[in-house]
C-alpha cells in the first residue's frame, strides 16, 4: 500500500483507509500513511495528523 501510495498518492487509497478505518486496523494506517510522506510513525507532525483523524 505504501508503494502504492507513492505512485498515486493518499487519494488513490481512500477506498483502503475506510476499510481499515472500519476494522480499527489503526497500527496498519500509522505505517501506510507515514510511509507515504516518507516519514517516522513517531515524527511529531505524524502524531498530530493521527490524533486529528482519531487513529491514537
Known amino acids: 500500500m505504501i508503494t502504492y501510495g507513492k505512485i498515486l498518492g493518499l487519494g488513490a487509497l481512500e ?3 475506510k476499510i481499515l478505518e472500519e476494522k480499527f486496523k ?3 494506517l500509522h ?5 507515504v510522506n516518507g516519514r ?3 515524527d511529531p ?3 498530530q ?3 486529528f483523524k482519531c487513529w491514537i
Open 31 to 35: 505505517q501506510v500513511y507515514a510511509g
Open 49 to 51: 495528523f493521527f490524533k
Open 45 to 47: 507532525e505524524m502524531q
Open 26 to 28: 489503526n497500527k496498519t
Open 15 to 17: 477506498r483502503y483507509v
Open 40 to 42: 517516522n510513525v513517531d
